[in-house]
T-cell receptor, first 112, second 113 residues
Framework: SQQGEEDPQALSIQEGENATMNCSYKTSINNLQWYRQNSGRGLVHLILIRSNEREKHSGRLRVTLDTSKKSSSLLITASRAADTASYFCACRSQGGSEKLVFGKGMKLTVNP | DGGITQSPKYLFRKEGQNVTLSCEQNLNHDAMYWYRQDPGQGLRLIYYSQIVNDFQKGDIAEGYSVSREKKESFPLTVTSAQKNPTAFYLC????????????FGQGTRLTVV
């Protein structure tokens, strides 16, 4: 079963606008990660947030984590056409297992 | 350069044949993973390994087999028991301990002809 579920499944915006993606998960986690995938390629790690963190920034990326609601959001500010890709959240559950489970992903299109 | 390499990039298989996908990493990572991705879909975990000579089934292990004889290598065999093997296969690796990112290969696209 997939741990993370991204919402919305697809988003189309204009360059310069902000893009927000949400991820919900089911079980207690050790950390939550966001990845990006260009079409037909492997995934690239963007940012990791631990279960005891509430917010993290990296460049134009801002991630929040609400463990009480079992949800996370990824905000991309001042989007660029090059941000067009699929974005995935992934969870590592608590308990010491290295199992890493991904959501179904969200397709972001940034129009020039 | 350190990285994770999958080969081949494209693979064609006749129905009823087994085929093995290669995944090699020189990042000194203990954990390795295999995922399957269908068009427009997310990644589903097939198998993962936390240490040499040990591996665990993921969510869709039926019809697949793996081995982990070396730390650097985690080959995936798609057997004839896998009824719908056409997909994009991704291999990943990471350090163990939970608080680290995974590094992905560029994928192998398998097509049954």
């Amino acid at each position: 079963s997939q741990q993370g579920e991204e919402d919305p499944q697809a988003l189309s915006i204009q360059e310069g606008e902000n893009a927000t993606m949400n991820c919900s998960y089911k079980t207690s986690i050790n950390n939550l990660q966001w990845y990006r995938q260009n079409s037909g390629r492997g995934l690239v790690h963007l940012i990791l947030i631990r279960s005891n963190e509430r917010e993290k920034h990296s460049g134009r990326l801002r991630v929040t984590l609400d463990t009480s609601k079992k949800s996370s959001s990824l905000l991309i500010t001042a989007s660029r056409a090059a941000d067009t890709a699929s974005y995935f959240c992934a969870c590592r559950s608590q308990g010491g297992s290295e199992k890493l489970v991904f959501g179904k992903g969200m397709k972001l299109t940034v129009n020039p | 350069d350190g990285g994770i390499t999958q080969s081949p990039k494209y693979l064609f298989r006749k129905e009823g044949q087994n085929v093995t996908l290669s995944c090699e990493q020189n990042l000194n990572h203990d954990a390795m993973y295999w995922y399957r991705q269908d068009p427009g879909q997310g990644l589903r975990l097939i198998y993962y390994s936390q240490i040499v000579n040990d591996f665990q089934k993921g969510d869709i292990a039926e019809g697949y087999s793996v081995s982990r004889e070396k730390k650097e290598s985690f080959p995936l065999t798609v057997t004839s028991a896998q009824k719908n093997p056409t997909a994009f296969y991704l291999c990943a690796s990471s350090l163990i301990g939970g608080g680290t990112e995974a590094f992905f290969g560029q994928g192998t696209r398998l097509t049954v002809v």
